[in-house]
């Protein structure tokens, strides 16, 4: 879980975005004042009028203000340099909000909130004066319900305890009802759903979470491993494949994206392809005990006898108990012969 936890952080309905203003040049050399402007709707696509829009700023000076941590990917800044924005504004009747004088060199987080509606906080990049923000959704429903359902379901996936994650989970969904906003909220539960389900030997629930998922974040990594779960699960690898190829594409540094693929491969025929990604994998994780398993596999399978045998022997080492541990030392002794 913890891609899961890099890439979303558990608030209200949004991880803390931030936005970025870039100096504008004017032809005379003197800078411009950035304005950002966009529309809220609803999940139906009516707009919202009365949307608070609330702008805080922090003036970096040498851009020290924002980082990531690497526990939780959570945004740290430095409260003491926030500034809120002069103007506090709502959404016109025909849901469009118009955010004049933002400073250049400063970093903004917008947030859009209304009393029914799940709030949403948004990232964005300024690099001209006028920046069209676009189209937001803003989702309707029991917010507290909503938050209440979704801490609970993450926490309990965490704990892995996969049927709890998947009730409460479900819970978040069913305020969102068929709406395709991409929430962070919503994105987060389909992805706990996916997975707990994947979990219990359910590929037909988890399929149906991950192609929801897919629909409104096509390029979402953990729904591509997800789907290449539940191809591999009904027998269709090349399609399998065709998934944990994907997510390597968009996370080549996870450890996970990177030992489905080698596995698949190395399950296939296509060692001589695993080796590279299962060797990323350890290279990005080197407690990954599976991979170890599939990459002495694939050595074997290449004729690299030394090789194959430090890795089988490393993923007893690790997993003595194993239920395929028998079948892993069978194999160690046929090597063994063989490299002697």
């Known amino acids: ?99 004049p004088d933002l400073m250049p060199e400063s970093e903004y987080r917008v947030r859009f909130e209304k009393d029914g509606y799940i709030p949403r906080e948004i990232k964005h ?28 379901g993450y926490a309990a996936f965490e704990a892995r305890q996969f049927p709890q994650a998947i009730e409460a989970m479900g819970e978040v969904v069913e305020v969102y009802g068929d709406s395709d906003s991409s929430d962070e909220m919503l994105v987060v539960a389909l992805g706990v759903l996916g997975q707990g389900h994947l979990q219990l030997g359910q590929p037909a629930e988890a399929e149906t979470a991950l192609q929801r998922l ?22 269709e690898m090349p399609a399998a494949i065709d998934h944990f190829d994907l997510a390597v594409q968009i996370e080549p540094d996870n450890p996970t994206g990177r030992y489905l693929l080698g596995f698949a491969l190395q399950l296939t025929g296509r060692s001589a392809d695993a080796i590279e990604h299962l060797q990323a994998c350890l290279e990005a994780q080197p407690g990954y005990v599976q991979a170890h398993k599939s990459l002495g596999m694939a050595f074997a399978d290449t004729g690299n006898t030394d090789e194959a045998i430090e890795h089988l ?22 090597l063994r012969i063989v490299a002697a």
């Open 125 to 152: 990049v300024f690099h001209v004066a006028v920046n069209d923000l676009g189209t937001f959704v803003l989702v309707s429903g029991d917010v507290e319900a909503a938050r209440d359902a979704y801490e609970r």
């Open 214 to 235: 897919m629909e409104i974040r096509p390029g979402n990594a953990i729904a591509h491993r997800g789907l290449g779960q539940v191809r591999a699960m009904k027998g």
């Open 1 to 99: 879980m913890t891609g899961l936890r890099r890439c979303f952080v558990p608030m209200v309905a949004a991880a803390l975005l931030a936005l970025i203003v870039a100096p504008a040049i004017a032809d005379d050399g003197q800078r411009r004042m950035s304005i950002a402007r966009g529309t809220i709707v609803d999940q139906d696509g009516n707009p919202i009028a009365g949307v608070s829009v609330t702008i805080e700023f922090w003036y970096l000076g040498p851009r020290l203000g924002i980082s990531a941590a690497a526990a939780g990917g959570r945004e740290q800044i430095n409260e003491t340099r926030v500034r809120r924005s002069g103007r506090d504004i709502e959404t016109r009747d025909d849901g469009t909000f118009s955010h």
């Open 313 to 334: 022997e490393a993923y007893l080492q690790a997993a003595p108990n194993a239920p395929d541990a028998a079948e892993v030392q069978a194999k160690l002794a046929e």
